[in-house]
């Protein structure tokens, strides 16, 4: 079946610091991926949607030049969150579209992001 | 605007008994998809069912059964005789198949807990 990884699978970091998160799409290829960001307690939120080749569409209220994100291939996409801080600390979520399936989205086991 | 409401922050319920998770959902699209993810305490999202806007048949799947009504915009999720590894926190999530871009709209989450 269609698997998503997510890379690491937790970080802690000290404040100031950029931190690169990398979701890739296992055995499919994916020509949109999806990152979401989820408070503790609260539900997932769309930050972006991510395309294979072009730039990505951010929701409104996120920082785009404060999450980088790159989809370079048709398998792999990433998140950086440049000069992190406390309030940055969240669990991140990437989900991957099968470009063959559409509307078919598989989801990454997440990544815990602690700033110190 | 599309919106996901799940109005039970938090449901406990005694081992084998039978427990329903509401939904309701808000769209003006006539074809879109709903879903039931879980999401136990490691985080990672598991995928329960996807629902096409046209098929409001009702699914069961072992102890786990939805109740699709278009009339009301509700996706209920029965679960019967719980069992204590039901304990997690359930997210419903509508997809709009020719808008928005594919992304999911997930709602509030309701946190079931089973008890022995």
């Known amino acids: 079946g269609a698997v998503v990884s997510q890379h690491p699978s937790w970080v802690i970091c000290k404040s100031g610091t950029s931190v690169k998160i990398e979701c890739r799409s296992l055995d499919f290829q994916a020509t949109t991926m999806f990152w979401y960001r989820q408070f503790p307690k609260q539900s997932l939120m769309l930050m972006a949607t991510s395309n294979e080749g072009s730039k990505a569409t951010y929701e409104q209220g996120v920082e785009k030049d404060k999450f980088l994100i790159n989809h370079a291939s048709l398998t792999l996409s990433t998140l950086t969150v440049t000069s992190a801080h406390p309030e940055d600390s969240s669990f991140y979520i990437c989900s991957a579209e099968d470009r063959w399936a559409y509307n078919e989205q598989f989801f990454g086991p997440g990544t815990r992001l602690t700033v110190l | 605007a599309q919106k996901v409401t799940q109005a039970q922050t938090e449901i406990s319920v005694v081992e084998k008994e039978d427990v329903t998770l509401d939904c309701v959902y808000e769209?003006?699209?006539?074809?879109?998809?709903l879903f039931w993810y879980k999401q136990p305490p490691s985080g990672e999202l598991v995928f329960l069912i996807r629902?096409?806007?046209?098929?409001?048949q009702n699914e069961i799947s072992g102890r786990y059964s939805w109740n699709f009504q278009k009339s009301t915009s509700s996706f209920n999720f029965t679960i019967t005789a719980s069992q204590v590894v039901d304990s997690a926190v359930y997210f419903c999530?509508?997809?709009?198949?020719?808008?928005?871009?594919?992304?999911?709209?997930f709602g509030q989450g309701t946190e079931l807990s089973v008890k022995p």
């Open positions: 629902r096409n806007s046209f098929d409001e």
């Open positions: 769209t003006r699209d006539t074809t879109y998809y």
């Open positions: 999530a509508l997809q709009m198949i020719y808008n928005q871009g594919g992304k999911l709209i």
